[in-house]
């Protein structure tokens, strides 16, 4: 296993990231019922786009902090996460207007799917009593396939949670089942769960999603000031 190095993120870092979070969620069933019939060049330039308020803006603002993990053989970034730190109430509304995306595919994106989403995900954590002015969210983790189950996400949340706790406040997230394997035996707990079928979306992607069932799940988890990792084990893996 080659050698690692965690290092905070910066904006030019942008367009690696970018493209491990293509090649990651391309193995992701929803993302592959999202994308639809999108071209490769519309999708990376899309998730660009999308992803810039985390990656650039919000680290530009100072409310939002990239790590990497970077393989020293090679000098790239194989794994990367964001984490959203707690809003000061000094930002402006423009600036609060500018941490936001709406996620919305274009031509050959699938809107059922989006929208699903926007009405059932994207509120999971607020429901289970995320405050942005208060709390940690975890914005997006990525490892290029070639390097996962390494360790990496793990070594990535680990450095999260110290942050976290040095601060003194609860840390957020919405999470695929895989993901939330990691994150509950990182100190996590399950706050709520959602499910689809993705054939609801498109009916030639009916019964394909990760679930024995065939459908489709997320998570929200939080994690409290100072909880300590523990092994344990979930009914999907």
Same mark, same amino acid.
């Given at each position: 296993? #080659?050698?690692?190095?965690?290092?905070?993120?910066?904006?030019? *870092?942008?367009?690696?990231?970018?493209?491990?979070?293509?090649?990651?969620?391309?193995? *992701? #069933?929803?993302?592959?019922?999202?994308?639809?019939?999108? %071209?490769?060049?519309?999708?990376?330039?899309?998730?660009?786009?999308?992803?810039?308020?985390?990656?650039?803006?919000?680290?530009?603002?100072?409310?939002?902090?990239?790590?990497?993990?970077?393989?020293?053989?090679?000098?790239?970034?194989?794994?990367?996460?964001?984490?959203?730190?707690?809003? #000061?109430?000094?930002? %402006?509304?423009?600036?609060?207007?500018?941490?936001?995306?709406?996620?919305?595919?274009?031509?050959?994106?699938?809107?059922?799917?989006?929208?699903?989403?926007?009405?059932?995900?994207?509120?999971?954590?607020?429901?289970?009593?995320?405050?942005?002015?208060?709390?940690?969210?975890?914005?997006?983790?990525?490892?290029?396939?070639?390097?996962?189950?390494?360790?990496?996400?793990?070594?990535? %949340?680990?450095?999260?949670?110290?942050?976290? *706790?040095?601060?003194?406040?609860?840390?957020?997230?919405?999470?695929?089942?895989?993901?939330?394997?990691?994150?509950?035996?990182?100190?996590?707990?399950?706050?709520?769960?959602?499910?689809?079928?993705?054939?609801?979306?498109?009916?030639?992607?009916?019964?394909?999603?990760?679930?024995?069932?065939?459908? %489709?799940?997320?998570?929200?988890?939080?994690?409290?000031?100072?909880?300590?990792?523990?092994?344990?084990?979930?009914?999907?893996?």
């Amino acid at each position: 296993m #080659p050698p690692f190095t965690l290092l905070p993120g910066v904006p030019s *870092d942008l367009d690696e990231m970018v493209h491990i979070w293509v090649t990651a969620m391309d193995q *992701d #069933p929803f993302w592959k019922t999202w994308m639809g019939t999108m %071209t490769q060049c519309q999708i990376e330039q899309w998730t660009k786009e999308n992803l810039g308020y985390r990656i650039v803006t919000g680290v530009e603002l100072g409310v939002m902090q990239t790590w990497k993990v970077v393989d020293e053989s090679n000098g790239n970034i194989v794994a990367w996460t964001g984490l959203s730190f707690p809003w #000061p109430e000094t930002l %402006t509304d423009d600036e609060r207007a500018s941490l936001t995306s709406s996620w919305s595919p274009p031509e050959g994106g699938n809107w059922l799917i989006r929208n699903w989403y926007v009405e059932n995900v994207a509120p999971m954590v607020g429901n289970g009593g995320y405050d942005r002015s208060k709390h940690f969210l975890r914005q997006g983790s990525m490892v290029l396939p070639s390097y996962q189950r390494l360790g990496l996400m793990t070594l990535l %949340t680990k450095k999260c949670n110290t942050i976290a *706790d040095e601060y003194g406040a609860s840390t957020y997230v919405n999470a695929r089942p895989k993901a939330t394997s990691m994150f509950l035996k990182e100190g996590f707990e399950v706050c709520s769960v959602r499910d689809a079928e993705l054939g609801e979306f498109n009916e030639t992607r009916r019964g394909k999603g990760e679930l024995e069932n065939g459908e %489709t799940r997320f998570c929200a988890l939080k994690r409290e000031i100072g909880a300590v990792p523990k092994k344990r084990k979930v009914d999907w893996e």
